[in-house]
């Protein structure tokens, strides 16, 4: 009898990049694309495609790639065909770096433990690492680099460039900054996803759209590519912040390196305490930032009990004011601050 299939829900890059994978290593795989998910489905004529949600009911496991179509970001795709939640998880290989090499799995609330022991199963069968983050809710290396390019438009937005905060956080350490990497990836598809919750708004992304610019494949984002070649810094996208900062009649203020790189960090560090808090494993936690997002060293948490909680308190509760969602400390970094329990040590 043939091996039931793993059946992949989506229509988007996503779900056939994974289904692609999946076919790789020798997994029997049903990509389900309903025809109003979108069109992505149609460029993947080389995989068994299916609009029949009865082929849900005969899947070893259903994975969802949490949607990275922007029409459909959340709720995901599944929700509007009800299969049985206990055989269903979010499986998504580590966004926003798509050859990180690592898995989320993202169970539904009451998904069986022998399905989250398959997908582990599924993921060492493609040869990655795996980490299990919060039932129902985004991925872990989503809503850290959401965060962190929110507070980055903030920065841009009062007295910085794209540039300056790219070569900021490369010199901390990470492979390539967070312009950089939303160019690499599309602007339409990092937008899509808004940190949650939101903080202070910045009108620049919008911007952006307005414009056209949405990274490497449309030849212009926050830098240029002219010839499909390396990145220039664009004065169009300088502008921008410039532009929208005075119409909105805000003072610029100009950040040094080190500026940019404190807010940076601390809102990163402050955003996985978060996700700490909400009882994700914080060894997960820093391995999703190292491996996804290129944090340097052993990761956001690792960092900041190495720095001192109460100095990492100290500076967030100073810049709390600007964005009291980006920078009001989380409680396990407070509990941490007073004596309580190590930040690897939550839980």
């Known amino acids: 009898m043939a091996e039931p299939p793993v059946v992949v829900a989506g229509a988007d890059a996503a779900a056939v990049r994974l289904a692609r994978r999946l076919v790789r290593a020798g997994a029997p795989v049903l990509l389900f694309a309903p025809g109003d998910a979108g069109p992505f489905a149609v460029r993947a004529p080389d995989l068994p495609v299916t609009e ?6 005969r899947a070893a496991l259903i994975l969802d790639t949490m949607g990275d179509l922007p029409a459909v970001p959340a709720p995901r795709l599944l929700a509007s065909y ?3 939640p206990s055989h269903v998880t979010g499986f998504q290989v580590t966004w926003p770096w798509p050859d990180a090499g690592l898995v989320e799995i993202l169970p539904e609330p009451g998904a069986d433990p022998a ?3 398959a997908a582990r199963a599924l993921a060492d069968r493609l040869g990655l690492p795996s980490v299990t983050g919060l039932p129902g809710q985004r991925a872990l290396g989503t809503r850290m680099f959401a965060r962190l390019c929110a507070v980055a438009d903030a920065v841009f937005f009062d007295g910085s460039t794209p540039w300056e905060v790219d070569e ?9 900054g967070p312009y950089e ?3 690499l990836l599309g602007l339409d598809l990092t937008r899509a996803r808004a940190p949650d919750p939101p903080g202070r708004a910045v009108p620049i992304a919008g911007r952006m759209a307005d414009l056209g610019k949405l990274g490497r494949k449309t030849g212009a984002g926050w830098y240029r590519y002219p010839g499909g070649g390396g990145k220039v810094e664009d004065p169009i996208v300088a502008d921008l912040a410039l532009e929208e900062a005075y119409f909105a009649g805000t003072p610029r203020t100009d950040y040094s390196a080190d500026e940019i790189t404190r807010r940076l960090i601390l809102a990163l560090v402050n955003e996985a305490a978060r996700l700490a808090d909400q009882g994700a494993d914080p060894a997960d936690i820093d ?8 944090f340097p060293g052993d990761g956001p948490l690792a960092w900041a009990q190495a720095e001192g909680a109460g100095g990492i308190v100290a500076r967030l509760e100073a810049l709390a ?24 040590q939550i839980g």
Request: charged content about 20%; hydrophobic content about 50%; aromatic content about 6%.
């Open 321 to 344: 004011p600007e964005d009291p969602v980006a920078f009001t400390p989380a409680a396990c970094l407070r509990s941490a601050a007073a004596g309580g329990a190590p930040l690897r």
């Open 52 to 57: 029949d949600d009865r082929a849900l009911a």
């Open 181 to 183: 990497a939303e160019d």
């Open 82 to 84: 009800d299969p049985d």
């Open 168 to 176: 900021a956080l490369v010199a901390f350490g990470f492979p390539l």
């Open 287 to 294: 391995r999703v930032a190292c491996l996804g997002l290129g």
């Open 115 to 117: 399905t989250l022991a």
